[in-house]
């Protein structure tokens, strides 16, 4: 018997084997539980594949994807915020990808380790965006239908408060939309994130950068321009001729002849390492989701390429979230806080925010007051009463018998609203009066509230 | 009762007592469990006397088991250091009437009564003779009735230290939570939810009361298995209320069986002189299954007599059990062990006949259990030649039937819309949503699933009822384990001890298969988990298999599948009665 009850004790090897094995499957649920409770086929979470629980708020606490009576996904009451906020919450059937609906899933299921993914009534949780609803909707409107993107963010915290994209439609009635329906022609991209653009003359901030940084004579230099330049056997074009100006007349008026000279002197590989540094190569994460990277090829020394890439053009490329944060560094002193969507609440909103140093203090200062130059020295202060505003305009050549794109990036200082914005209007011709004009809408809108 | 969830649905109350609920279930279950692990592995295992042998020096050794192994190893319970004395030199066995005999396990100075050399099959021993081991003298002595009796009272009888009436009462609170849960749940429920656990309730005090009108006072085993049992009606109810009458029906049958082996293991002589009749019957059905069985996702383990179909191989785990346990003086003859691994074989075979892949990985478990348990010296290279022989058997099985199932094991999420990783897919993202608590019984959607109420049984439980119940579940079968392995040291007879290793290592291994196979960390082999997965044959069977457990436990007053000592003189050749 002494032997048989010794080896009785070998049974507990299976029991341990058991205890180990659930031991894993626990630190396996810990890890991934999020995941599997996020699996599309989870049918206390989804319907064909769609998140059928949460309610996403804005920062006013206006409801932007909630429920009916009887349990059924409606969007925003008011149609204009609906169309407005389309890109940032997300659709009925998930096509729009980066929208909060279908981002913030195991947030908006409530999901954690110790409760799952239960909630009471079944409607999972409520999660609040830093977006303002009805600032969104007055940019769609400043948008009046043209293709574009209007980006609008508090550089001192990182929230994001509009972040329209048009063409939109009705989540509520959504389009058929058949291949080549130029009315819906991308709608849905989030412009502001996903797509990249064409930066023009608004890289000449990054430009503007190296110059202050790496030509020691920067500020005392002139130029002289006489509307166009040979370079490389290639024409570099003014709209006008500009005649003689300093570099800070230059970005004002955003001359290109002077600026052709500027990238020549730098070099390819500076600007490549200051369009790196500027957070424009990267894919941003705003709470997850990734914006589209930018470009920037490196041409060669002297050529008609290198000075066309200094000035926005050739092969560059740039998301309009990229320059947002990029001015909002400008603003914030060379630091970005970096953009969110997801608004802060209770304790978490009174930790300090994350933040990356895009240019050195020095550097972000002078290209503020270069920008404030651009407003009241060439844009026209009256033209945007009431705004301490710092900006850049652009108007990115796309191609021969294509209107422009026009861009306008920038900030305003105004005391209580440290607002930093990007505005895009495909193919809308002059940068400062298309894109100039939505920011201004959009900006006065968000000092009146 | 609709009515009665109806209005509560308008007061929005449902959905709060259901919050609440789910909060107490963990709770009840967690302390169900503990109490069972404290009544069964805390306190001491107080041994037995059953004789003492005395030595030339006058020195006195008792007899503490049914079966007792004499020689020169260091593994025997008497152990002589006699250069004369084989290692194992003989073996003193008592049988369940209290008649002693002795057995020459082939020693090489043989064994001598009152100068009588011991014959093959033993020769019997009085107390008061003269045993010569090799020329090594003792004087054997057998306990007599009353000192039986008189150290039986100074037993301490389990029950003391933890009430089992408290925790059968915290069991039924259990089922009430359970009840009012499902009801909430859905209408369908309202009715048959509460009325079957209201049966499991009542059967489970009936035992109760039975067993104490047997005088025992031990119910761990019992209750262990009852708390599952709920769990299991929660289960049934959530998937498939309309079966719940042949669920209970099935859960009576169960009951029925326990008490049936009980009985029938009561009598060590008539469960040794059986066993074989047992295992052929066993091995028969299998047969039967092989040649009528109908084929039923992917396995031909289906049989269907009258209407009903069931799983004859569920059946057969208990007749392993038998074929596997011997008496101390059968696991030294050769013969014995040999018969034994044809057996083992034989029902491997037959699994693999049946592309029962699970079964016989269960199967194979409780073979290297029960061959280690048995192993002797000479056996031990025969042992683990066929032992190696049967897993190269089961390899060559998973190449041909089950490698569809082995192709996706560890890659689930990647074959998460194909057959190899459809069930477990579902059953992660089910019990990721359950969370701790569970989403509340009845609540659940895997029930949807296929096979989500018996080979995803612990997914359904961690959706529902949440992790902590469905590990619980799984910590009472692990109990029960704890307490066999511990039991065998005051065990009496080998047989019993084998019996109870078997069968709790089998449940083990159904349970690890169940609920890893399900969360795609062993293969998912389709094994339902003991006492909870829906469905007739494995109820039945695991509560049969739970009566080895039951038998081998001798504290004082404990099971009735052990006869308590009778006050006053022996009945010769009678059986003994409580």
Same mark, same amino acid.
């Given at each position: 018997?002494?032997?048989?009850?010794?080896?009785?004790?070998?049974?507990?090897?299976?029991?341990?084997?058991?205890?180990?094995?659930?031991?894993?499957?626990?630190?396996?649920?810990?890890?991934?539980?999020?995941?599997?409770?996020?699996?599309? /086929?989870?049918?206390?979470?989804?319907?064909?594949?769609?998140?059928?629980?949460?309610?996403?708020?804005?920062?006013?606490?206006?409801?932007?994807?909630?429920? %009916? %009576?009887?349990?059924?996904?409606?969007?925003?009451?008011?149609?204009?915020?609906?169309?407005?906020?389309?890109?940032?919450?997300?659709? *009925?059937?998930?096509?729009?990808?980066?929208?909060?609906?279908?981002?913030?899933?195991?947030?908006?299921?409530?999901?954690?380790?110790?409760? #799952?993914?239960?909630?009471?009534? #079944?409607?999972?949780?409520?999660? /609040?965006?830093?977006?303002?609803?009805?600032?969104?909707?007055?940019?769609?409107?400043?948008?009046? &239908?043209?293709?574009?993107?209007?980006?609008?963010?508090?550089?001192?915290?990182?929230?994001?408060?509009?972040?329209?994209?048009?063409?939109?439609?009705?989540?509520?009635?959504?389009?058929?939309?058949?291949?080549?329906?130029?009315?819906?022609?991308?709608?849905?991209?989030?412009?502001?994130?996903?797509?990249?653009?064409?930066?023009?003359?608004?890289?000449?901030?990054?430009?503007?950068?190296?110059?202050?940084?790496?030509?020691?004579?920067?500020?005392?230099?002139?130029?002289?321009?006489?509307?166009?330049?040979?370079? &490389?056997?290639?024409?570099?074009?003014?709209?006008?001729?500009?005649?003689?100006?300093?570099?800070?007349?230059?970005?004002?008026?955003?001359?290109?002849?002077?600026?052709?000279?500027?990238?020549?002197?730098?070099?390819?590989?500076?600007?490549?390492?200051?369009?790196?540094?500027?957070?424009?190569?990267?894919?941003?994460?705003?709470?997850?989701?990734?914006?589209?990277?930018?470009?920037?090829?490196?041409?060669?020394?002297?050529?008609?390429?290198?000075?066309?890439?200094?000035?926005?053009?050739?092969?560059?490329?740039?998301?309009?979230?990229?320059?947002?944060?990029?001015?909002?560094?400008?603003?914030?002193?060379?630091?970005?806080?970096?953009?969110?969507?997801?608004? *802060?609440?209770?304790?978490?909103?009174?930790?300090?925010?994350?933040?990356?140093?895009?240019?050195?203090?020095?550097?972000?200062?002078?290209? /503020?007051?270069?920008?404030?130059?651009?407003?009241?020295?060439?844009?026209?202060?009256?033209?945007?009463?009431?705004?301490?505003?710092?900006?850049?305009?652009?108007?990115?050549?796309?191609?021969?018998?294509?209107?422009?794109?026009?861009?306008?990036? #920038?900030?305003?200082?105004?005391?209580?609203?440290?607002?930093?914005?990007?505005?895009?209007?495909?193919?809308?011709?002059?940068?400062?009066?298309?894109?100039?004009?939505?920011?201004?809408?959009?900006?006065?809108?968000?000092? %009146?509230? | 009762?609709?009515?009665?969830?109806?209005?509560?649905?308008?007061?929005?109350?449902?959905?709060?007592?259901?919050? =609440?609920?789910?909060?107490?279930?963990?709770?009840?279950?967690?302390?169900?469990?503990?109490?069972?692990?404290?009544?069964?592995?805390?306190?001491?295992?107080?041994?037995?006397?059953? !004789?003492?042998?005395?030595?030339?020096?006058?020195?006195?050794?008792?007899?503490?088991?049914?079966?007792?192994?004499?020689?020169?190893?260091?593994?025997?319970?008497?152990?002589?250091?006699?250069?004369?004395?084989?290692?194992?030199?003989?073996?003193?066995?008592?049988?369940?009437?209290?008649?002693?005999?002795? @057995?020459?396990?082939?020693? +090489?100075?043989?064994?001598?009564?009152? !100068?009588? @050399?011991?014959?093959?099959?033993?020769?019997?021993?009085?107390?008061?003779?003269?045993?010569?081991?090799?020329?090594?003298?003792?004087?054997?002595?057998?306990?007599?009735?009353?000192?039986?009796?008189?150290?039986?009272?100074?037993?301490?009888?389990?029950?003391?230290?933890?009430?089992?009436?408290?925790?059968?009462?915290?069991?039924?609170?259990?089922?009430?939570?359970?009840?009012?849960?499902?009801?909430?749940?859905?209408?369908?429920?309202?009715?048959?939810?509460?009325?079957?656990?209201? $049966?499991?309730?009542?059967?489970?005090?009936?035992? @109760?009361?039975?067993?104490?009108?047997?005088?025992?006072?031990?119910?761990? =085993?019992?209750?262990?298995?009852?708390?599952?049992? $709920?769990?299991?009606?929660?289960?049934?109810?959530?998937?498939?209320?309309?079966?719940?009458?042949?669920?209970?029906?099935?859960?009576?049958?169960?009951?029925?069986?326990?008490?049936?082996?009980?009985?029938?293991?009561?009598?060590?002589?008539?469960?040794?002189?059986?066993?074989?009749?047992?295992?052929?019957?066993?091995?028969?059905?299998?047969?039967?299954?092989? =040649?009528?069985?109908?084929?039923?996702?992917?396995?031909?383990?289906?049989?269907?007599?009258?209407?009903?179909?069931?799983?004859?191989?569920?059946?057969?785990?208990?007749?392993?059990?038998?074929?596997?346990?011997?008496?101390?003086?059968?696991?030294?003859?050769?013969?014995?062990?040999?018969?034994?691994?044809?057996?083992?074989?034989?029902?491997?075979?037959?699994?693999?006949?049946? $592309?029962?892949?699970?079964?016989?990985?269960?199967?194979?478990?409780?073979?290297?259990?029960?061959?280690?348990?048995?192993?002797?010296?000479?056996?031990?290279?025969?042992?683990?030649?066929?032992?190696?022989?049967?897993?190269?058997?089961?390899?060559?099985?998973?190449?041909?039937?089950?490698?569809? +199932?082995?192709?996706?094991?560890?890659?689930?999420?990647? @074959?998460?819309?194909?057959?190899?990783?459809?069930?477990?897919?579902?059953?992660?993202?089910?019990?990721?949503?359950?969370?701790?608590?569970?989403?509340?019984?009845?609540?659940?959607?895997?029930?949807?699933?296929?096979?989500?109420?018996?080979?995803?049984?612990?997914?359904?439980?961690?959706?529902?009822?949440?992790?902590?119940?469905?590990?619980?579940?799984?910590?009472?079968?692990?109990?029960?384990?704890?307490?066999?392995?511990?039991?065998?040291?005051?065990?009496?007879?080998?047989?019993?001890?084998?019996?109870?290793?078997?069968?709790?290592?089998?449940?083990?291994?159904?349970?690890?298969?169940?609920?890893? !196979?399900?969360?795609?960390?062993?293969?998912?082999?389709?094994?339902?988990?003991?006492?909870?997965?829906?469905?007739?044959?494995?109820?039945?069977?695991?509560?049969?298999?739970?009566?080895?457990?039951?038998?081998?436990?001798?504290?004082?007053?404990?099971?009735?599948?052990?006869?308590?000592?009778?006050?006053?003189?022996?009945?010769?050749?009678?059986?003994?009665?409580?």
């Amino acid at each position: 018997m002494k032997r048989v009850k010794q080896r009785a004790t070998a049974t507990l090897v299976i029991a341990l084997a058991l205890v180990l094995g659930l031991g894993l499957y626990v630190a396996r649920y810990m890890a991934h539980g999020a995941d599997w409770a996020m699996f599309a /086929a989870n049918a206390a979470l989804y319907d064909n594949a769609r998140l059928t629980v949460g309610t996403l708020i804005d920062r006013n606490g206006t409801v932007l994807a909630g429920f %009916d %009576d009887d349990g059924n996904r409606r969007f925003a009451e008011s149609e204009s915020v609906r169309r407005a906020t389309l890109h940032v919450t997300g659709d *009925k059937l998930g096509n729009i990808g980066t929208g909060a609906l279908k981002a913030f899933d195991a947030r908006l299921a409530g999901y954690n380790a110790v409760t #799952g993914a239960y909630s009471r009534v #079944g409607r999972g949780a409520t999660v /609040a965006l830093t977006i303002d609803a009805e600032l969104s909707a007055v940019a769609l409107k400043a948008l009046d &239908g043209r293709r574009g993107a209007v980006l609008v963010m508090n550089y001192e915290t990182g929230e994001l408060l509009c972040a329209v994209s048009s063409p939109t439609f009705d989540p509520e009635n959504p389009p058929t939309i058949t291949d080549g329906d130029t009315r819906y022609d991308g709608a849905y991209l989030n412009r502001g994130l996903s797509s990249t653009f064409t930066p023009g003359s608004v890289f000449k901030l990054i430009t503007s950068a190296a110059a202050i940084e790496n030509i020691p004579d920067i500020r005392t230099r002139t130029f002289t321009c006489t509307g166009s330049q040979t370079v &490389g056997g290639e024409r570099i074009t003014c709209p006008e001729k500009h005649g003689e100006l300093t570099f800070k007349d230059a970005l004002a008026v955003s001359c290109n002849v002077a600026f052709a000279e500027l990238s020549l002197e730098l070099g390819a590989d500076t600007l490549a390492r200051y369009a790196d540094r500027a957070g424009l190569l990267e894919r941003l994460s705003l709470d997850g989701i990734l914006s589209a990277a930018g470009r920037f090829d490196e041409a060669e020394a002297d050529s008609a390429e290198l000075a066309w890439s200094g000035i926005g053009q050739a092969n560059d490329l740039a998301s309009p979230l990229a320059m947002l944060r990029y001015v909002s560094a400008i603003a914030n002193g060379g630091e970005a806080a970096e953009p969110h969507l997801l608004l *802060k609440t209770g304790l978490s909103s009174v930790l300090p925010r994350e933040k990356t140093r895009l240019l050195n203090e020095k550097t972000a200062s002078e290209l /503020a007051e270069l920008m404030a130059n651009n407003v009241t020295a060439h844009y026209g202060a009256d033209n945007f009463a009431g705004l301490e505003l710092h900006a850049k305009t652009g108007t990115a050549e796309v191609g021969v018998g294509k209107p422009p794109h026009a861009w306008f990036v #920038g900030f305003i200082r105004n005391e209580g609203h440290p607002l930093a914005f990007a505005v895009i209007v495909e193919n809308g011709g002059s940068g400062r009066l298309a894109a100039g004009g939505v920011a201004n809408s959009v900006l006065k809108a968000a000092i %009146d509230n | 009762m609709s009515e009665i969830s109806d209005v509560l649905n308008a007061l929005n109350l449902a959905s709060y007592i259901t919050l =609440v609920i789910r909060y107490l279930l963990p709770l009840l279950a967690v302390i169900i469990v503990a109490r069972c692990a404290m009544s069964l592995l805390r306190g001491e295992y107080e041994g037995e006397e059953w !004789g003492a042998l005395v030595l030339p020096a006058g020195v006195r050794v008792t007899l503490a088991h049914w079966e007792n192994v004499v020689g020169r190893a260091k593994s025997c319970d008497v152990s002589l250091q006699y250069p004369t004395l084989s290692r194992t030199h003989a073996a003193l066995i008592r049988d369940a009437r209290g008649d002693w005999r002795v @057995y020459d396990l082939k020693s +090489r100075g043989g064994v001598s009564v009152n !100068g009588k @050399y011991a014959e093959r099959d033993g020769m019997e021993l009085k107390s008061g003779d003269k045993i010569n081991f090799g020329g090594v003298d003792a004087v054997f002595i057998a306990s007599e009735r009353e000192d039986e009796s008189r150290i039986a009272e100074t037993r301490t009888k389990p029950g003391k230290l933890i009430s089992p009436t408290l925790t059968l009462i915290l069991v039924t609170q259990f089922q009430v939570l359970l009840a009012v849960a499902l009801s909430l749940a859905a209408s369908e429920f309202a009715v048959a939810a509460p009325l079957a656990l209201a $049966s499991v309730s009542v059967a489970m005090w009936f035992c @109760y009361a039975l067993t104490r009108a047997m005088r025992r006072t031990a119910f761990e =085993v019992e209750t262990v298995a009852f708390f599952l049992s $709920s769990i299991g009606m929660a289960v049934a109810a959530s998937s498939r209320p309309d079966m719940l009458d042949r669920q209970l029906m099935f859960l009576a049958m169960g009951v029925g069986l326990y008490f049936a082996v009980g009985w029938f293991l009561r009598d060590l002589n008539r469960a040794k002189k059986l066993r074989w009749g047992v295992a052929l019957a066993g091995l028969g059905l299998l047969a039967v299954n092989i =040649v009528f069985g109908g084929v039923l996702f992917g396995a031909k383990n289906w049989l269907e007599i009258g209407g009903v179909s069931f799983q004859p191989s569920e059946f057969v785990k208990i007749a392993f059990a038998f074929a596997g346990a011997a008496t101390l003086d059968r696991l030294f003859a050769r013969r014995n062990l040999i018969m034994f691994v044809g057996y083992a074989g034989a029902c491997l075979i037959a699994l693999a006949l049946m $592309s029962d892949f699970g079964t016989a990985l269960v199967f194979f478990v409780a073979y290297l259990v029960i061959a280690f348990l048995r192993s002797g010296d000479f056996a031990t290279v025969l042992l683990s030649v066929a032992g190696a022989g049967f897993a190269g058997f089961l390899a060559i099985q998973v190449k041909t039937h089950v490698a569809s +199932r082995f192709a996706s094991w560890g890659h689930a999420w990647e @074959y998460a819309n194909t057959s190899g990783g459809y069930q477990q897919t579902r059953t992660m993202a089910a019990a990721a949503t359950g969370g701790l608590f569970g989403v509340g019984a009845g609540n659940g959607w895997l029930k949807h699933i296929f096979a989500a109420d018996t080979d995803m049984a612990f997914g359904m439980m961690c959706e529902e009822l949440g992790l902590i119940v469905a590990l619980s579940a799984v910590a009472a079968i692990i109990v029960l384990a704890v307490f066999a392995a511990r039991s065998a040291t005051i065990g009496r007879s080998a047989f019993y001890v084998i019996g109870a290793c078997a069968t709790i290592a089998m449940l083990m291994t159904q349970t690890a298969l169940n609920a890893l !196979g399900s969360m795609d960390i062993l293969p998912f082999t389709g094994v339902t988990f003991p006492f909870v997965s829906r469905g007739g044959s494995s109820l039945v069977a695991c509560w049969g298999m739970l009566a080895f457990v039951k038998a081998c436990d001798t504290r004082q007053n404990a099971s009735f599948t052990v006869g308590l000592p009778k006050r006053g003189k022996r009945r010769e050749s009678e059986e003994v009665d409580e």
